[in-house]
């Protein structure tokens, strides 16, 4: 069955076409995200969300939303979507970060403008019949300093606005590299120093518990005096109490406006002031940027429905389509040896240590460990997945570390899991051969090479003679068919392990049995989700 998407808000007809295009149906409801009522009256029929701002994606929707696997939100703000309420219910949540991200620069750029010769007043003045040319002095922006807090996607396109408009340009941001400050033609400075050289400053940065009031009064403090800040990023990011002040006191010489702390923004203390340019979140209201976003948002969705493909996601590992084919056999894989640990121990876990040996250290490991995590604790949340089983795994308390090297054995690559309890450690590892069919190829410290079986039975015990014939006679005389078998020892005498393939789940009664033998040290029946493999 195809999958089906809703668009509850306004967006392009060419977008609408690319779902149809890429065989997913489609029905297009723009009003339907202002009714809440009806809106959570059919959204359980539909695997896709597709919104702008209007529809506010509640987790009372999401919880009624049984289908639902994908909400993509044309734009980059998702302020109206309860994304943990969707992560714990594995919904992945998309944006479209980059299709309005020079729209938004050049509305900051715009701004810059603005301030400096003082264009809106002298525009309200001149068509009002006045002729004030000695009241409308304003400032060359060549040659004058611009601090971009925040250089991502918007901010550093900004920025080399900025650097062509000979300016020179300082950026604040604690992921922004060398090199790539080097790329942009800007200097890297502590926000302390932007604040003390910036003529103007321009934010980019989302609103996080660590931006929220960035500039509030003692952050003016530090500036020059007749400064000039724009914000276009987010509402919150500035106090605006603080910054009437100063724009009164003229110690800030005018503020660029976009974004409120309250929207829609219908009053607030900042209008009416003559050195204040506002306007009501244009920074992405180009037709282009609506556009592109609608084009975005209709190919990300339709890729993860259609290809499993996952890209501009809040909160699951980004997957592109070229890769998701080669990545799919090592998702199972870290899936299976989740669930192998998972279901062989009863204690709490402390500590998860995931290695990625040789060629798996080059794949996507974000995607690798949430399938990890979601095998690993399925056994006792039977409902999570890759996405929400990082937040659960969090919400536990338990330490997840990763590690990477270079190929160090006789396998091309492999992942190694490896938990801790308050009592012992686990580990197993495996590989993906060509056949793309996930291995087990060390459980314990023992290697062996065992494939993934539907029905499994897994016994550790001192290597003797006689083992096998004990299991075998235990399930022949109970009517338990045995597929198969691998053993494994680390020495003679030493550990030994043996996997059991069965056609049917192991039965209680005839588990009691193997555990009650004085030569079994400990008997697990095991289960995995073979589709695909």
């Not at 060419?14 to 723009?30: C, H, M, N, S, W």
């Not at 003559?274 to 009501?280: D, F, G, K, M």
Request: proline share 4%; glycine share 10%; net charge neutral.
């Amino acid at each position: 069955m195809a999958p089906r998407v809703l668009v509850s808000d306004k967006l392009s007809p060419t977008a609408v076409q690319i779902f149809k295009d890429r065989g997913v149906e489609v029905d297009y409801l723009p009003d339907l995200g202002k009714d809440k009522e009806k809106l959570l009256e059919v959204i359980g029929q539909y695997d896709g969300l597709a919104i702008r701002s209007a529809t506010k994606v509640t987790e009372k929707l999401i919880n009624a939303a049984t289908r639902l696997k994908v909400i993509g939100r044309a734009g980059i703000g998702v302020d109206n979507v309860d994304i943990p309420a969707a992560s714990r219910k594995g919904i992945i949540v998309m944006n479209t970060p980059f299709g309005n991200s020079i729209t938004t620069a050049e509305h900051a750029v715009a701004m810059i403008f603005a301030l400096a010769r003082q264009i809106p007043e002298a525009n309200a003045s001149t068509h009002a019949g006045k002729w004030e040319k000695n009241r409308f002095m304003g400032v060359e922006i060549t040659g004058k300093t611009l601090g971009v807090i925040g250089c991502g996607n918007i901010g550093s396109i900004v920025a080399t606005r900025g650097v062509g408009l000979k300016m020179h340009v300082i950026a604040f941001d604690p992921f922004l590299s060398d090199k790539r400050a080097e790329e942009l033609g800007v200097d890297k400075v502590e926000l302390d120093e932007l604040f003390a050289r910036a003529d103007f400053i321009t934010l980019h940065t989302p609103l996080t518990d660590k931006t929220r009031n960035i500039i509030d009064a003692g952050a003016i403090a530090k500036m020059k005096n007749g400064v000039r800040i724009i914000n276009c990023a987010r509402g919150g990011l500035i106090v605006e109490a603080d910054l009437i002040a100063a724009l009164k006191s003229g110690k800030v010489a005018g503020a660029g406006i976009d974004v409120f702390e309250v929207e829609p923004a219908e009053q607030n203390a900042l209008f009416g002031l003559e050195n204040v340019v506002a306007t009501p979140h244009l920074g992405a209201s180009t037709a282009e940027a609506q556009e592109n976003v609608a084009l975005q948002v209709a190919e990300q969705m339709s890729d993860y429905l259609i290809k499993g493909a996952v890209s501009n996601a809040i909160n699951m590992p980004s997957i592109t389509a070229e890769e998701a084919p080669r990545l799919k056999p090592f998702v199972k894989l870290a899936e299976v040896l989740g669930a192998f640990v998972g279901q062989v121990t009863e204690d709490p876990i402390t500590e998860v240590e995931i290695l990625f040996d040789g060629s798996t250290a080059t794949m996507n490991t974000r995607a690798l460990i949430s399938a990890a995590l979601a095998g690993l604790i399925r056994p006792q949340v039977s409902d999570v997945n890759m996405v929400s089983a990082p937040i659960m795994v969090k919400e536990r308390g338990i330490i997840v570390a990763e590690v990477k090297r270079d190929k160090s054995g006789v396998f091309d690559g492999y992942i190694k899991l490896t938990v801790k309890t308050e009592h012992r450690t686990r580990s197993i590892a495996g590989t993906c051969f060509s056949d793309g069919k996930p291995r087990f190829i060390q459980i314990k410290g023992i290697n062996l090479d065992a494939e993934v079986g539907q029905h499994m039975l897994y016994t550790t015990n001192a290597d003797a003679p006689g083992i096998i014939g004990l299991l075998g006679t235990v399930c022949g005389e109970n009517g338990v068919n045995i597929a198969n078998f691998q053993l494994g020892r680390n020495r003679p005498g030493g550990d030994a392990i043996a996997l059991l393939y069965l056609d049917a789940p192991f039965p209680e009664k005839v588990l009691e049995q193997v555990r009650a033998h004085k030569s079994i040290d400990s008997a697990k029946r095991l289960q995995f989700d073979v589709g695909g493999i």
